[in-house]
């Protein structure tokens, strides 16, 4: 049997798939098939029934689900065909799938595949959060499954658990369900998504603990109670029938890294340079797999952008140069990318995207060997976006590997 | 569930459906007995069985002369054609004893000769350089060690529920939610429980984590005290299974087998067993401190577990016992038989121990002439899944590649599950690296209503 075959394959139906699968039939590549696990393609936009989405791609102001179905139909009128409840089970070198769909398996062959996994959040086991096994400990995800798209509700009275973006966007869910989580803890000294969160914690009182340790969670079938110690070393015990673990979003990247391409310790998705080139170069990546987490308009940016690259690579796949992206700054939890290719394409729009582990005002240097290439006053703190131009970098003439430094 | 109008009646009532309890029932009925299995829980295995380490063990390192030793090897022995008949898979992936102090490498000699004793022969000493060429990823502290080749990784749920669901095809019959009160004999068993009275020839208590409860029920005394002994482990992500071959075993002490790393059949890495005493038979309960140190001890022996990513985090409970060995008696006057003590090697035991317990009951039974064979879950990452056969229905679970087919079959099947636990063991269904982030929404709508303890709260039965 010989395998079917298509020009570009995306692995991943959310947001940086779709509107990078528009943008590639738009550039008229050959045949695109998005590869889409779930029933239906969108991602995690399709479960977040509140605001805002969509401002910058439709200027118009959306709730997740039909911005996701916008793009869901703005790729499927482009002419990608967008393939549902279909698993990729294997990368194969050179550009080739293993997929298995609801018939069962079959290989794909795409002459580029373009890897859009995105992330989810890290469980409570990654967080090494104590106690029982009971039911009603979910992530945002999975509440918002369930309640958007399936109309189930997991419980009455939740505790939230984590204070970022994501945790405001389950808080906003609860309110959909009618009900007003009982608290919300955080085990940084701080909340992240403060001015967000303010408007709740003042007018509907949401009591906020920061500073939290020992978390412990108590059931015998269903959740209990949850246990902490606060930050003056009270211990802390809250009845309630639901956990919500929030945020700290990580890349899905389980597909890779039981492949054959390189993937990067910092970021945990691939290596990739500034067009989203993996290490296999039929293989690029977009969206959030490439570095965790931005928001769904930023990523529908980034598929286009890289849209652009693979249609470019399609047409004519130069032979290029490139050199390792590095930084040894204990600072900073990851970079992307992690290779620059030394070209003179037009990188005006290319930016290095850092993630960092503490919060920081230094200046930051691009050095090549004993040559400062380009630096600048850097302040950021961590899961916040942060980014630096590509273009100066680029312009200094890189001959070998970039290594990124800070000065206080 | 309504309670049965007339009462149950049997040759064997067989209270508790853990590791044990199924072999045992298992066995009995195809020795051609009338069996009944009582589960206190709301699903089987839901005791000590629900948590341990999943190996297949020689038993290279129990006491010689020991009912532990006996039942472990001869349980080890027919595990093999048993597995081949009911489709459970088995990976062969042999164990390594290393010493990482002066003193533990003293101590490998009499382990060597004490595995020797105990019929397991081809165990055999290894150099430090023998150990780093093939584990070559083990940290360099690394002393020596011995090899012990016939240690297996098996699926313990489904190796239980095969056990269970053969007597059940043969004619056993389960009741879950079934709690045993109390009891009166009189020639025969009159066993009160929660679901009505049950009539039964014969006893057996296997009842785990609550032997010396139910054998103070029944007898009015208790031979034993269970000593519940926690054990937490981390599961490591399935990209840690390249890190490492064989189960790593550290030099036993007394009252531990210590902290192990092995593989397991499903594709993780496992790191544990702690071994914290404790009264309380149901607190099965992590902390983060523990699971923090567990995994620097894994750290310590396998450096590129600190890369790893964590997938799950879990506690076992052993029904430990103030006396070392298994705790095994006939009460011949009443025909009841406890099976009591079985600490850390139930699963590797399980099937010694059933023959053995057939052999104390000692009922004349003619054994089925051709009993009906099951087939097992089949939920090994080393073995052909269901996503890769044709028309499974499209993947639900997408970290452990777990099919709506598989999922429709077990609800639908002769052992539904009844919680979200059972049907996690019986298809592995959020026991991925996401723990349930993608797929608990098309779960629940799955399993609305076909759990007795449903994932959404409002639909409760």
Not at chain 1, 191 to 217: D, V
Not at chain 2, 197 to 224: M, P, T
Not at chain 2, 360 to 389: C, F, K, M, N, V
Request: neutral net charge; contains cysteine; aromatic residues 6%.
């Amino acid at each position: 049997m010989s395998d079917e075959s298509c020009a570009v394959a995306v692995v991943g139906g959310g947001t940086a798939g779709l509107s990078l699968a528009r943008e590639l039939m738009r550039r008229e590549v050959g045949p695109v098939v998005v590869l889409e696990r779930e029933a239906e393609a969108g991602g995690i936009p399709r479960h977040c029934g509140h605001y805002p989405f969509g401002l910058r791609e439709y200027n118009r102001l959306l709730k997740g689900p039909d911005y996701a179905r916008r793009n869901r139909d703005a790729a499927a009128r482009a002419g990608a065909e967008i393939r549902t409840s279909t698993t990729v089970t294997g990368l194969l070198p050179g550009g080739r799938l293993e997929v298995s769909g609801p018939s069962g398996p079959a290989v794909l062959a795409a002459k580029r595949v373009v890897l859009c996994t995105g992330v989810r959040e890290s469980t409570r086991a990654q967080r090494l959060i104590g106690g029982d096994r009971p039911l009603g400990v979910v992530s945002t995800g999975a509440l918002q499954g369930a309640v958007y798209l399936k109309g189930i509700r997991p419980f009455h009275r939740p505790v939230i658990f984590g204070s970022e973006l994501v945790s405001f966007s389950a808080l906003q869910t609860c309110a959909h369900l009618g009900i007003t989580p009982l608290a919300m803890v955080e085990e940084e000294p701080r909340i992240f998504a403060r001015r967000l969160f303010q408007p709740y914690l003042w007018l509907k009182r949401l009591p906020l603990y920061t500073g939290i340790s020992q978390p412990r969670i108590k059931g015998a079938g269903r959740v209990e109670v949850l246990n902490f110690i606060d930050r003056h070393g009270a211990n802390r015990t809250i009845e309630t029938d639901g956990i919500i673990i929030s945020g700290r979003f990580r890349p899905e990247a389980a597909l890779l890294h039981r492949s054959h391409i390189e993937v990067d310790p910092g970021t945990g998705g691939p290596v990739v340079d500034q067009f989203g080139r993996c290490s296999d170069p039929a293989y690029f990546s977009a969206g959030n797999l490439v570095r965790p987490a931005e928001t769904s308009g930023w990523c529908w940016f980034e598929g286009v952008a890289v849209a652009e690259h693979v249609a470019e690579d399609l047409a004519a796949a130069g032979k290029a140069r490139t050199v390792p992206l590095f930084t040894r700054e204990p600072r900073i939890r990851f970079i992307a990318p992690q290779r620059l290719r030394l070209v003179h394409a037009d990188s005006s729009d290319s930016v290095i995207y850092i993630g960092l582990e503490t919060s920081i005002d230094a200046t930051l240097s691009a050095r090549c060997a004993d040559r400062v290439l380009w630096s600048a006053p850097l302040r950021g703190r961590p899961r916040r976006r942060l980014t630096v131009p590509l273009e100066p970098i680029l312009k200094a003439a890189p001959d070998g590997p970039v290594e990124l430094t800070l000065q206080d | 569930m309504t309670p049965p109008a007339n009462p149950v009646s049997c040759d064997v009532a067989i209270i508790g459906a853990g590791i044990v309890g199924c072999a045992i029932a298992r066995q009995l009925t195809l020795d051609g007995l009338r069996v009944v299995v009582l589960e206190k829980a709301l699903d089987v295995l839901d005791g000590a069985s629900k948590g341990n380490s999943a190996i297949l063990h020689t038993g290279f390192d129990a006491p010689p002369g020991s009912l532990e030793q006996r039942c472990m090897a001869a349980g080890y022995r027919d595990y093999f054609d048993v597995a081949a008949e009911l489709g459970l898979p088995i990976l062969r992936s042999g164990a390594m004893v290393l010493a990482w102090t002066e003193e533990q490498l003293a101590a490998l000699p009499d382990l060597i000769a004490k595995a020797h004793d105990n019929g397991v022969t081809d165990v055999t000493p290894l150099t430090r350089k023998q150990i780093v060429s093939r584990e070559p990823n083990l940290s360099d502290a690394v002393l020596g060690g011995f090899e012990i080749p016939g240690e297996y990784l098996i699926d313990p749920w489904a190796t239980a529920h095969a056990y269970l669901l053969q007597a059940l095809s043969n004619g056993a019959r389960l009741m879950r939610g079934t709690e045993v009160l109390s009891g009166r004999f009189d020639q025969s068993w009159l066993l009160e429980t929660s679901q009505g009275e049950i009539k039964a020839g014969h006893v057996v208590n296997c009842a785990g984590l609550y032997g010396d409860i139910v054998d103070q029920r029944l007898l009015g005394h208790k031979s034993f005290a269970i000593r519940p002994r926690k054990g937490q482990f981390i599961v490591f992500d399935k990209a840690a299974s390249d890190l490492v071959s064989a189960t790593i075993l550290p030099v036993p002490t007394e009252t531990t087998k210590g902290v192990v790393i092995c593989r397991t059949i499903f594709g993780n890495v496992l790191v544990g067993p702690t071994a914290e005493e404790q009264d309380s038979r149901t607190d099965a309960a992590t902390d983060r401190q523990t699971l923090l140190a567990l995994k620097s001890k894994g750290v310590a022996m396998l450096p590129g577990l600190e890369r790893c990513e964590i997938t799950a985090a879990y506690a076992g409970l052993r029904p430990a016992s103030e006396h070392k060995d298994y705790q095994i008696r006939h009460h011949d006057k009443q025909a009841c038989v406890t099976v009591g003590a079985i600490r850390s090697t139930g699963l590797s035991a399980a099937l010694g121990i059933a023959r053995h317990v057939a052999t104390l009951l000692g009922i004349a039974s003619r054994p089925l002439d051709a009993p009906r064979t099951i087939r097992a879950d089949r939920l090994s990452d080393y073995h052909r899944r269901d996503w890769q056969e044709p028309d499974h229905g499209g993947i639900v679970c997408h970290c452990e590649l777990v099919t709506r087919r598989e999922i429709e079959q077990v609800l639908d099947g002769p052992m539904p599950p009844a919680t979200l636990q059972g049907l996690k063991r019986r298809t592995r269904v959020t026991m991925g690296r996401c723990q349930g982030f993608y797929c608990t929404a098309e779960l629940a709508e799955i399993t609305e209503e076909r759990l007795q303890r449903t994932i959404g709260c409002d639909h409760e039965r």
